[in-house]
Each structure stands twice: as structure tokens, then as C-alpha cells.
């Protein structure tokens, strides 16, 4: 019903830069939110940065001021800015999407769906 294409991911000198790009496609009534995740070798799928319908943002802590999230809701896709990169960004980052489907309509419930997810490597 709905599918999620990510790009962007590549190798990467440290203090270098990235954008990530992913566009969602498919039975999509209204996107509430869509984020961005990312998971290291050996460890847990951790938040980068969300935003919302209504423009708010969310941003990891140790994120803040190097990764930037937006979105271009014309085509249904956001981006992930990333600056400065450090060989700790290494991870596979996933496109998250939160949607409401065309078959409930405003009224019916979110669903998120993830990308499958795009590697991100940074040497020193």
C-alpha cells in the first residue's frame, strides 16, 4: 500500500557532509509525520530526528546543530541534512513515515511504515 524509497547514503571523510532523501509513495491519505533512525553495528535503533504535519521537529541530543530534517510535502518526501560528520554517524539510517491511508480518510488511523534503510559511512 505504501512504499518508502531512500537515497543518499554513501562513504563519507569525517567532518563531511550527506543528504538523505526518501519519498513516500502509494495508498497515502495524509502523512502526519515522517523521522529518521539510524542503527550502529551492536546497537539498538536509536531516534535522529522527526517532523511532524504541523512543522515541529525532534532532534537527538547529540544531533542538534549537525543534522538538519525537512520535508517537501508537495512530493512526499524528506530529507536528512547531515554536517560535520563524525565515524560515530556510522549506522544504516531508516526512513520512518507515520500515514493515514486513503481508504480511512481523515478519520482513520496512523500507521507507520519504514524504509528499508540506506548505509552511511564515515572514515577518519
Known amino acids: 500500500q505504501v512504499q518508502l524509497v531512500e537515497s543518499g547514503g554513501g562513504l563519507v571523510q569525517a567532518g563531511g557532509s550527506l543528504r538523505l532523501s526518501c519519498a513516500a509513495s502509494g495508498s497515502i491519505f495524509s502523512i502526519r509525520a515522517m523521522g529518521w533512525y539510524r542503527q550502529a553495528p551492536g546497537k539498538q535503533r536509536e531516534l535522529v530526528a522527526t517532523r511532524n504535519s504541523g512543522g515541529m521537529t525532534n532532534y537527538a541530543d547529540s544531533l542538534k546543530g549537525r543534522f538538519t530534517i525537512s520535508i517537501n510535502n508537495a512530493n512526499n518526501t524528506t530529507y536528512l541534512q547531515m554536517n560535520s560528520l563524525k565515524p560515530e554517524d556510522t549506522a544504516v539510517y531508516y526512513c520512518?513515515?507515520?500515514?493515514?491511508?486513503?481508504?480511512?480518510?481523515?478519520?482513520?488511523?496512523?500507521?507507520?511504515?519504514w524504509g528499508r534503510g540506506t548505509q552511511v559511512t564515515v572514515s577518519s
Open positions: 520512518s513515515t507515520d500515514i493515514q491511508l486513503q481508504q480511512y480518510g481523515s478519520g482513520g488511523p496512523t500507521f507507520r511504515y
